[in-house]
């Protein structure tokens, strides 16, 4: 498949812009599951950044819907590094097939070392992966998968993108977000604080590389998120989403967001 007819590059740009923008009411569910943990939790309690999750999901299931044209229960899901298990939780909602998967290693950022109400109360199944980069799942098998906030954590990139093209349908997706930039003024600060938990930041030539090698083809690359949106609460937070949006989009200022984001396909 090759996207490159100025249509199909105008829908992209249309489906993005319009699932980051659409009014989606922060889930109940969630809310309810979360609401007696402690501190660990407060990013998906603060309305700015489980919005973020909300609209995130919903360009899955707009962009997917469009480009395989079909509903999301006949399309097969992975939710690589599912964490917390929001994001399973999500999708399970909009109807997708999802298979969700941790290292399994007793770190706070691994679905094994943690407390998971999220995936202990929404009954969520998740395989243990026992390799670094190696998935235990066969050649061909999903229709997408996702990355939220976890190619920067694994041990090697360019490896875990050759195993995720093995285990992608041919034409199937890859959606890349949260990926730390390298110019992003919320990552030096931190890493001037000390704090190296991104210790890897990329640039566009950095992915269009590793795709390149990992036989993908990049479908669409953007910048989001200038302000930081996990503890801080915005007072009409919508309305500072879209503000925060259109300075991305739309000045130079892009080139200090937090995060570029991509997706992309299997040759």
């Not at 399994?104 to 109400?117: C, E, L, R, V, W």
């Not at 090698?213 to 949106?229: A, C, E, M, T």
Request: positive net charge; glycine residues 4%; charged residues 25%.
């Amino acid at each position: 498949m090759e996207l490159k007819k100025s249509k199909d590059l105008k829908i992209i740009k249309e489906i993005r812009n319009k699932s980051f923008g659409e009014y989606i009411p922060l889930n109940q569910k969630l809310l309810n599951i979360i609401n007696d943990v402690d501190e660990d939790y407060t990013f998906l309690k603060n309305p700015a950044g489980q919005n973020v999750y909300l609209y995130l999901c919903e360009y899955v299931k707009n962009f997917s819907e469009w480009y395989f044209k079909k509903s999301p229960q006949n399309i097969k899901v992975l939710d690589w590094g599912c964490g917390k298990g929001q994001v399973t939780l999500l999708l399970k909602e909009m109807n997708f097939e999802v298979t969700s998967c941790d290292l399994n290693k007793q770190t706070n950022d691994s679905a094994f070392g943690q407390i998971a109400p999220i995936i202990e109360k929404a009954n969520i199944k998740f395989t243990p992966l026992e390799h670094e980069y190696l998935l235990p799942f066969s050649n061909d098998y999903f229709d997408i998968v996702l990355s939220f906030g976890v190619l920067e954590h694994v041990s090697n990139d360019q490896e875990s993108l050759k195993e995720i093209n093995r285990i992608l349908k041919p034409e199937g997706l890859f959606f890349c977000f949260n990926l730390p930039y390298f110019l992003s003024w919320t990552q030096r600060l931190a890493h001037f604080k000390g704090d190296f938990y991104h210790d890897r930041l990329y640039n566009k030539k950095r992915v269009i590389n590793l795709l390149n090698k990992s036989n993908f083809y990049l479908i669409d690359l953007w910048h989001r998120q200038l302000f930081p949106k996990n503890n801080i609460k915005y007072p009409k937070y919508r309305v500072f989403e879209a503000i925060d949006q259109f300075l991305v989009a739309h000045t130079f200022l892009k080139y200090f967001a937090t995060s570029i984001e991509f997706v992309a396909y299997k040759k």
